[in-house]
């Protein structure tokens, strides 16, 4: 099916990771120009825009937590391919350590809230400033489904993707379609939400290596299978797509095997006598 995404530019935050990978290799098959964003993954972002060539793709690094980097960011994009049309705000940072509220540190609430809420604000507002002038464009917003069901151990990066998926989503998908206004030719500007479930990327290589976890957050998926990157990067694809999905605004999607939440407890914890 043809997505109509040929030549359209694409912003694509934390291009260096695996959903982040996936996602602008999605979109180059498409045939659109894809700015890959990187922080600290410098080498994995030069080797992807080696595979996916320099004439369509473009390598930028930028801190998204600080402003000036973001407007450096999308400054360039604009230099490089005279536009943006769709932005998809993946990067975000997250502490691989189980560690519950009352353990949390100031230091470490605020640096994930930078690293998930803040970074994501910043992008799309840059973003959308040249929606503004362009008067087209559509967003992707990349939340969790920890922003769903929530997360023991992690509910620093859980309020942080709930904002995005609920708060920001829901509120922008009626700004947007103010600042790109609907015509006969144009659907108008829209913004989605995509929350991705366990999925099988590097950062999550060590749990998800474990043969007990992945039985334990398996079994609460109507498909009892992890997601791969591409599984992601497909709706991440649809979604931008204005012959696609030229009607969808506001939705949080969520790309989890029909989750419905997470198990609590292993049978071994449970004392029948108690319950």
């Known amino acids: 099916m043809n997505t109509d995404l040929n030549g359209k530019v694409v912003v694509v935050t934390g291009a260096s990771g695996g959903i982040g990978s996936a996602i602008a290799r999605g ?5 659109a120009c894809v700015v890959l964003h990187y922080h600290h993954g ?38 490089r391919f005279g536009r943006v049309d769709t932005m998809v705000a993946n990067a975000a940072s997250w502490e691989i350590r189980d560690i519950p509220m009352h353990e949390i540190g100031l ?18 507002r840059e973003f959308m400033r040249l929606v503004a002038r362009q008067k087209r464009g559509n967003a992707i ?6 922003a769903v069901f929530g997360e023991a151990g992690h509910v620093d990066y859980s309020a942080g993707k709930a904002a995005i998926a609920f708060g920001m989503t829901r509120s922008l998908k009626n700004e947007f379609s103010r600042i790109a206004p609907h015509t006969k030719e144009y659907c108008g500007g829209r913004i989605n939400c995509v929350c991705p479930g366990w999925t099988t990327v590097p ?12 039985r334990k957050v398996t079994a609460t998926m109507a498909l009892p299978q992890l997601a791969r990157p591409e599984d992601i ?22 790309i989890a095997g029909g989750m419905e939440g997470r198990t609590l407890w292993s049978a071994e914890e449970i004392d029948p006598k108690v319950v």
């Open 27 to 31: 979109f180059a098959a498409e045939g």
């Open 141 to 146: 917003l990349i939340g969790s489904t920890a």
């Open 107 to 124: 230091r470490q609430w605020r640096e994930t809230l930078d690293g998930v809420l803040t970074s994501a604000f910043l992008c799309t």
């Open 203 to 214: 950062r999550l290589a060590a749990k998800l290596g474990n043969d007990r976890m992945v």
């Open 42 to 79: 410098k080498a994995a972002a030069m080797a992807l825009q080696r595979d996916l060539g320099a004439e369509r793709t473009f390598a930028v690094r930028a801190d998204v937590r600080r402003e000036a980097d973001v407007k450096r960011l999308f400054a360039a994009a604009v230099k």
């Open 233 to 254: 990067a497909n709706a991440a694809v649809f979604l931008s797509s204005d012959k696609l999905a030229r009607h969808i605004t506001g939705q949080t999607l969520m």
